[in-house]
Every structure is written in structure tokens, then in C-alpha cells.
């Protein structure tokens, strides 16, 4: 038989050189490779110009009717002119309502915090692509596959080789070929996409000899995530097989489900997700709200408390590792949403955007309770361990949160290593839409957490699947981010001015932890009386009405709250809603007053 004809090709790379090519190379299979391994680092942002400031001009009957000289104030209303806010008692026009002023001189974080890992990187070579090629050619022709044409895109861990077979060609019967390619390659991680969707062509991806890191800082100085003012959550997770940076709204998600085995780069992949918005996102606008049953995971992001992170209002630490806790704080997080909801029906719109932006353009009055929300990111680390030791109490509020929340701002990421049908139930996969999938150890793994196979064939270290809710598969390679990056990251933030506490999520009171009922004279509070007088007179009782009107901490203003219970005066705790008040009238609040 005569010997089999070779298959030249062509090769699109500014580091190769182009060869002339011999008729018989224009008449045969078509090899290309598009590559962007060039890419150049783009430096850091400089700093940001500040924002101005302004007074915030308060309508508060109780305040004091008269200034400095003892002469009466004028009455400030806000009116909307033809777009413009005035002033009606100065008739000058007022500034929207910026946030951000609440720490005007914050600094977002600088890329030289981070390290550019890919100087180190060793490029794909074209010797490897080569020989990659005629193995992939020989093996289809050994077969009976003849090919028409063949092109190649390397990116960081894969090179993705596209092949258009001749026609009448069957697709299952390359697909049937994976494990035969797999062993001619002698390689790991053998994936065959057939079809690409979207092409005419079959993919086979095949693992680089020498994978590449994809640095952070790379990620966070590309044109896509600088230029992703339009999404309200950008994360940068990674870069694709053809080398382009792969950034996502995570408001648009809305909530994401990772898994993955261990050491295959999950924690690392968290670590990507929250430094993004830590980069982007200024902390009146965003929060996090962390468990960590691992203690050791999340634990480095403590210091930024002050800036970033939520808590409930009787916890000293915000990162939350003891499952009691965890249901405590799940269960607050569903009454700071229906509290959100509320707002959002008051205010008559639909989603958080738009009542933000009705805050800011001063159209809501904080004295109905309306206040400029952020975002809330809930991370919790281990997910198998909260299901294995408080199963149902954890899920239910999960689920809530997942099938509401996202209107108001509030989104889920939750990441575990046991990606199990006992752990990720079918009500949990329903509403995380959005699934990110490390290397798993078996198929059916695989199948839980995507609802297809291709994440046992991956080969580790940050090489992952992600699966969008309308969208086709990808694979990326995850952006690395070290412990020492993020400890610097976690130090620039603090040393900054901050809030005085963290942002505090409304009380819960556990049913299995009841106040006790009875009054005790000695231990009433001095502003008790006061208090009292406060709830009957508006018939509202809550402990952020006490807070607000008599200027109390949380704590305080909670003892005093069940003080108020013992005595009679308002009714037990009603979950999102307001206590009833048992007394009408100031008359039987005089007779109970003296009585105590």
C-alpha cells in the first residue's frame, strides 16, 4: 500500500515564523492555531477622583426647631423639578444621594497587591502542537476517519483541536474513539465535544504538557473586567481555551453551586470570586456574610469586618463556624428579606436597582424606614457539613433564599466536596442555575452537579467546567489567588477607615431559646419608662423603632424590648413583623407603670 499522505499545515502565531508553502501543503488538511499568548499585563488603575460632598438635609419633627442664634429654622422639603432636586426651603438644588460618602476617602485596592504569576509560564510549543495533530489524524484515519480540516487553540491547561470530518462521517463514531485518542496521546483529561455547539466540527480537547497558571492580577487588568461597569456583581473566575478572560455578572446568576474533590481548587476558585468584588465593589454597596465550618478556609477575610462584613447584631465574630450560629444567621437573612421586600412594595419597584436608584435621587424618606440597600453575598465553604449535622434547618432557608432573594440583592454561593445526590438535593440544583464543576472522581458526580458528564475527565489544579442557566458549558482555567495576596489584600482594606461596626442583620429569636417571662423591678432599664410610653404611643413595637427614636445600641434596645414583654406591655416576637401591642391607651399604660 502506498504510504499515507502527510498532513502539512499552517500556523497563526506572532512567535512563529511563517515557511512557504509547497502546492501539495494548499491541497490538504488545514491546520490552525489561534493563539493570544501575548497578551500584555495592563498597569493599575490610579486613584479614583473624590467624590463631592454635601450636608444631608433632615425633616425631623423632634429635632430642634431653631438655630445657633435662637431664631426659628425653615422647614426643608425636597421636591423633584423637572428633574432636578430642590430645595424648597433655599430654592438651591441638591446633589443625589451618593453612598459612597459614608467613606469618601476609601481607596479601592491597587493591582501591585497582587502577584503576576504568569511570568513564569512556559509557552505551548509548536513541536508539541504538531505532534499532537498527527497523532489525533493517525488514530481517526486507523479508523477509517478521514478529516477535511483541523485547527488548533491552545489556551492555559487545554488545547482544543477542531476537526471537520468528511462527509457521511458518523459523530458518535468519534466520539466512541475517546479512550483510543486518550491512548495514542497518552494523556489525561481526553475530552471530545461533539459537536462543538454553535460549529460545524467536532472538539477534542487535549491537556497542554506543561499547563500554565493564570495569574489574578492578570484578570482583574484585562479591558473586560475594567470595562464591566454595566454588571452589578463582576466576578472574574478565569480564562477559556482560547485564552480570552471569562468575566460574569453574578447578580445575573443569580446563585452559584460549586463542587469539586479535594485539593482540585475550590477554595481557591472562592477566593477568586470574592477578591473580584473586593476590587470592584465599594463597601457601602456590598456585604458578605461568611461561614466557614472548616475555621480555617474564610478566616483570613476577618479583618475586614468593619468594611465588608455582615453579622448578627449579639455575635463578636463576623466569620460564622458553628452550625447553631449558621441557622441562626440564615434565618435572619430571610427577615432582612422579606424587610427588603416590604421596602421594595412601599417604594412600588420591582428589583434593588431601581429602589437604590429612587434612594439616591432622594425620592424615598428614610423616616418611613427606607435606607439605601446593598448587596449581600452569602459564602458558605463546606455545604456537606451543614447538611450532615443540621440537615433540615439549614436547607429550608437556603432554599427560601434561593427561590426570592435575588430581587433584593441577596445571592448564594455555596461550594462542597461531596457533590452527592443526599447532599445537593433536586430542590437545592433547581434553583442554583448557575454550576461551577472541578475535577470530580466519577461520572456520576459529575452528572449531580452538571446533569452531564466531563468533569471526571478533567485534570485538576483549577481546570473547571462552568454552566450557565441558557448558556453552553465552558471550560476555564481558575484564576489563581494566594494566601499571601489576600492577607495583603485583607491588610490594605483594613487600614483604612471603616464603619464603626459591621453591617448588623436583624435579630432572630430561636424558638428553643425563649426571654424570660418574668419581670424583675431591680433590672429595669431607665429608659424603660420612656420606651413604653414610645410604643403605645405609635402602636408599633419593634426594636429598631426603640434604636432609631431613643438613640440605643442593639443590645440595649432588645433588653429593653423583653423587659417590655414580661411586663405586658407588647406581645412575644413575631418573626419579620412588628410585636403587637397589647396596651391601647396611655391610661392602662399608667396603671401597669406604677404597678412595677
Known sequence: TPPAEEVPFRVNHPSFEETEKTPQQEETVKFDIDDEFERINRKARGEQAGEPSFTVIENNPDAAQSNDEGEPKAEHHVELVEGHLIDTATGEELPPYDPHLDLKDYQMPRLDILEDWEKKNVKVTKEELIANKDRIVQTLRNYGIEIVEISASPGPTVTLYEIKPAPGIRISKIKSLEDDIALSLAALGIRIIAPIPGKSAVGIEVPNAKPQIVSMKTMLASDVFRNSSKMELPIALGKTISNEPYVTDLAKMPHLLMAGATGTGKSVGLNAIIASLLFKKHPSELKFVMVDPKKVELSLYSKIERHYLAKMPDESDAIITDVKKVVRTLNSLCIEMDQRYELLKQAQVRKITEYNEKFKK???????????????????????????????????????????????????????????TNIITGTIKTNF?????????????????????????????????????GSDMVR????????????????????QRGYPEGF????????????????????????????????????????????RKLQLGYNRAGRIMDQLEAAGIVGPYNGSKAREVVIKDEVTLNEILHSL
Not at 426570592?404 to 462542597?416: E, N, P
Not at 472541578?438 to 452538571?450: G, K, P
Not at 471526571?456 to 467546567?465: F, K
Not at 481558575?478 to 495576596?485: D, F, N, P, R, S
Open 476 to 495: 476555564l482555567q481558575c484564576a489563581l489567588i494566594e494566601t499571601e495576596e489576600i492577607d495583603r489584600l485583607g491588610s490594605f482594606i483594613a487600614e
Open 433 to 469: 442555575p448557575a454550576r461551577i464543576a472541578f475535577r470530580v472522581t466519577s461520572a456520576i458526580d459529575s452528572r449531580t452537579i452538571l446533569d452531564t458528564g466531563g468533569a471526571n475527565q478533567l485534570i485538576g489544579r483549577g481546570d473547571m467546567l462552568i454552566s450557565l442557566a
Open 504 to 547: 448588623l442583620l436583624p435579630e432572630y429569636l430561636d424558638e428553643n431559646e425563649e426571654p424570660n417571662k418574668e419581670f424583675d423591678p431591680r433590672a429595669k432599664d431607665d429608659m424603660f419608662e420612656e420606651a413604653a410610653r414610645l410604643v403605645v404611643a405609635s402602636q408599633f413595637g419593634s426594636t429598631s423603632l426603640l434604636q
Open 362 to 420: 432622594r425620592m424615598l424618606n428614610p423616616e418611613n424606614g427606607h435606607r439605601f440597600l446593598p448587596y449581600i453575598v452569602l459564602v458558605i465553604d463546606e455545604f456537606a457539613d451543614l447538611i450532615m449535622t443540621a440537615g433540615k434547618e439549614v436547607e429550608l432557608p437556603i432554599c427560601r433564599l434561593a427561590q426570592l432573594a435575588r430581587a433584593v440583592g441577596i445571592h448564594l454561593i455555596i461550594a462542597t466536596q461531596r457533590p452527592t
